[in-house]
Structures are given as structure tokens and as C-alpha cells.
């Protein structure tokens, strides 16, 4: 059996892959992920994986594996808005990319720019806060 080897992704010196042109940290996606640091210590790596592989592969190369949906209802259509569902995170063993962990971000197909907009764990917080994604529009457009 042929086995194939993973080449790492460039990082840029904020430790994002440097996948698209820009990658943007909303501050309370900030707050967010420093909270749940605590309780999943690899988180941030994690987090790069998704970005370098899911994120690539939904915007860049169309392969969709229904983990990202767009959020619909907000009051805007741009930038598109997604909650991506399925998001392995090493630290909940077992659990592959059904871990619970939600990511909300919105991006710009135009300017190739990613803006994370919420980080949340589906056992402590049910639903994305819509109000956030709002806030993002008006800062971001």
C-alpha cells in the first residue's frame, strides 16, 4: 500500500496558514479561542489544519464534505457567511470532526480574505451570535 506524506502549508509569522490573502482575527474570536485554550490545549494547531485543508478545500477547490453551511436570514447576502460543524480537534480524542466545536467566519471571495468571526463549543454554547456576525458586516464592508 502506497503511503502518502503531508507537506505543511506555509505559516506567516502570526502562526495562520497563509492559505488566502488575508486571514482576520475579529478580537472576541480572540477571547474566544484563548477560552477554550484552556480546556483543548491544541486548539490553535488545530485550527491551522482546518484552515489549510477544510477551508482550502470548500473556497478554493469546491470539494464540499457537508461540514460548512451558510448562514442565511442575517440581513445581508456579502460577504457569505458560514458555521463550519465539522472541525477535528486532537485534544477530544475519539471524537474525529464531531468534536462540537462551531467556527463562524465570513469570506470574501473577491479579496481572497477570510474574517474568523466566533470560536465556540456546541456543549457550552448552543448557537452563534448573530449579533457578532452583524457587528462584523458593518466593520468589514
Do not use: W
Amino acid at each position: 500500500m502506497k503511503q502518502f506524506s503531508i507537506v505543511p502549508h506555509p505559516i506567516r509569522s502570526d502562526n495562520i496558514v497563509n492559505n488566502f490573502k488575508e486571514i482576520i482575527e475579529l478580537p472576541e474570536f480572540k477571547k474566544d479561542l484563548k477560552k477554550l485554550l484552556k480546556r483543548f490545549p491544541t486548539l490553535k494547531e488545530d485550527l491551522q489544519t482546518f484552515i489549510s485543508t477544510q477551508l482550502v478545500l470548500f473556497h478554493k477547490m469546491g470539494k464540499d464534505n457537508n461540514g460548512i453551511f451558510r448562514l442565511t436570514d442575517l440581513g445581508f447576502d456579502n460577504p457569505p457567511v458560514f458555521k463550519a460543524k465539522k472541525f477535528a480537534c486532537r485534544a477530544l480524542k475519539g471524537k474525529g470532526v464531531m468534536s462540537g466545536i462551531r467556527v463562524i467566519y465570513a469570506y470574501y471571495p473577491n479579496t481572497d480574505k477570510i474574517v474568523l468571526i466566533e470560536i465556540y463549543f456546541k456543549v457550552m454554547k448552543e448557537n452563534a451570535d448573530f449579533l457578532r456576525v452583524q457587528k462584523m458586516n458593518n466593520i468589514y464592508e
